[in-house]
């Protein structure tokens, strides 16, 4: 496996993003050229921990893509956020950011 941080780029507002390049044969296939997510963090550490389970994930799915159709939707990692009003551990992902309403 590669070394995750070379997967890690940063935006303008310095959070982190994992970007891979897919690979020529499978381009077609997966309509894009490069797979990109956010890492939801500002810390250098957390992204490098985060990239290295996406990138496991993206192997995983170019090495499966050629047999059957792949889902790039599914590439995400996952974290727990714990709910500061009522304790209880929210589980959320990559593609469904929190919209918590605060209440009145």
């Not at 490098?48 to 799915?61: I, P, S, T, V």
Request: charged letters at 25%; glycine letters at 4%; one cysteine or more.
């Amino acid at each position: 496996m590669a070394n995750p941080s070379a997967y890690i780029q940063s935006s303008r507002h310095h959070v982190y993003y994992f970007r891979i390049r897919v690979p020529l044969h499978l381009q077609a296939q997966l309509k894009r050229t490069y797979i990109r997510r956010s890492l939801q963090t500002k810390c250098r550490r957390q992204a490098g921990m985060r990239c290295a389970e996406l990138l496991q994930q993206a192997d995983e799915l170019f090495d499966c893509a050629d047999s059957k159709v792949a889902d790039v939707g599914k590439i995400q990692w996952g974290y727990e956020k714990v709910d500061k009003a009522s304790g209880a551990a929210l589980s959320l992902s990559a593609e469904e950011p929190s919209r918590a309403k605060k209440a009145p």
